[in-house]
């Protein structure tokens, strides 16, 4: 007798042969064994195994062609990994598409360099390319990495061409980008574009962190204007708090506006040559308005590490950098206190 081959089959079996009563609507669906269902231990192994099996392959065309040959193998993985992660599904495909794609990038922006000697068509090219890889591959993290690696191929072509000042473009560029995408969340998410614009909005926050530890952090700074940055990103936050206070329809008010982007304005004046200062406290501003903890806590981590540096950079006595960290405190609290009265009075009225 022919055994059957599948569960359906064995339950049509027992109905015909009397032993079971068929419900009605008829059998229902067995579960899909889902990737959230499989051990992290798991998902764990696999996603190695896809980064190991992808930089082996690297390796391998690094080793067998030159600079200019691997452009082609380097567009074909992309085009695999994008159809990987499209089509695939989830666990072990995805993680081997995620390196692939990385694999990918890495050859074919050696490749440009090589064939196009490292010209501004190579940086153009690769820039256009990460915009391709944010719209085509549907993957959070991987357009984070897509933002955030054609951001330092900007960064890199400013310090390769020798025009260092042209940073605080970049810086502009990145505030401005991050105000607006974070300020239009909700309309972003309604549109549908929220799955593709959130990762985005995030690198060019996290690059603009990151090109302002530039000053604090390097001997021989990009710029020795960054007090063009600190106006700009100081201009930014007087303009967001004004935004916010229109938002609270406290913009009447004269008295409590002027007494908060007077605030900002002072920060702004004192933080010139820092602009990681103002950089921070915008994002921080940005994050609590738009009630984002991640945002706020990047900020806040951001500032901590960015002042502790440059209050050890400074070429001063401890006694003198002692005066200015309790002066500094007191003028932060009294301008608290009169912004806590004022906003209870306007609580009261």
Known sequence: MKQPGTLREALGRLVDE????????????????????????????????????????????????????VLLPGLLLLAGAVWMRRLAPGGFAHQLAFASSLAGQVLVITGLFDVLEAGW??????????????????????????????????????????????????????????????????????????????????????????ILTVPAGFPDPVSHHWWISSLVLGAGLILLAYRILIALGLEGDGRLAGLLLGG????????????????????????????????????????ALFLSHFYYSLKLTLLVKSGVLAATGLVLLVWRRLLAAQFGREANV
């Open 18 to 69: 009397g032993r079971v009563k068929q419900p009605e609507g008829g059998w229902p669906s067995p579960p899909a064994f889902s990737e959230q269902e499989e051990p992290w231990h798991l998902r764990a192994l696999s996603g190695l195994g896809a980064w190991l099996a992808a930089g082996l392959f690297l390796i391998f065309l690094f080793a067998v062609f030159s600079h200019s040959q």
């Open 121 to 210: 068509a190579a940086y153009l090219l690769v820039v256009c390319l990460e915009i391709l890889l944010i719209a085509v591959f549907p993957d959070p993290a991987h357009r984070f990495v897509s933002t955030v690696l054609g951001v330092i191929v900007l960064l890199v072509w400013v310090i390769d061409r020798g025009h260092g000042d042209l940073v605080h473009l970049l810086v502009a560029c990145l505030m401005a980008g991050s105000l607006w995408l974070w300020l239009q969340e909700t309309s972003v998410t309604v549109s549908g574009w929220g799955p593709v614009l959130r990762p985005v909005a995030y690198g060019l926050t996290a690059c603009l962190l990151a």
């Open 264 to 303: 900002l304005l002072l920060i702004a004046a004192l933080s010139v040559g820092a602009p990681g200062i103002p950089g921070a406290l915008l994002i921080l501003l940005l994050g609590h308005h738009r009630g984002n903890r991640p945002l706020m806590g990047f900020a806040l981590i951001f500032l």
